[in-house]
């Protein structure tokens, strides 16, 4: 039982530092280089969307990774597995107060009523987001290593 935990664990934890890198380095750098305001739109519209989704995914590895550090008290890599906890909460906090408030101001957003500073706000977001990603990829990494 504690295998299955593990491969789902690290599976859910690795698909969303896919998808939260594809975001920083390929999503974000496409949408900004269409033309006119439709970067813009599709950041909104790609606001709604991940908005919607990524709260479940971050509590969902995390709580995973918690079950599976509770689980496997006594077993080897277990400390590895609690580290990778915590940069996960930490993960969360930053969502929560750093990127969830640009993202629900941007997610409104249309060329007619965007406020004057809309690409410097996204910049902070996407500042922010790097930090969030570094930090999944390392909870992630030491996910992985609590199986060796």
Known sequence: MLNALEVVTIVVVGLMVGVEFSVAFIMNRILDALPE???QLG???GGRILG???PFWYIGSLALSAIWAL?????HGTGLVVTAAVL???SVVMSVLLLVPINNRNRTWTPENRPAD???QLNRWQRWHYVRVTVI???FT???SALA
């Open 43 to 45: 950041h909104a519209h």
């Open 118 to 120: 809309w690409k410097e």
């Open 71 to 75: 689980a496997a008290w006594h077993h």
């Open 137 to 139: 990829i390392a909870a």
């Open 37 to 39: 305001n439709s970067g």
């Open 142 to 144: 030491l996910l992985v």
């Open 52 to 54: 919607a989704l990524m």
């Open 88 to 90: 996960l909460i930490i």
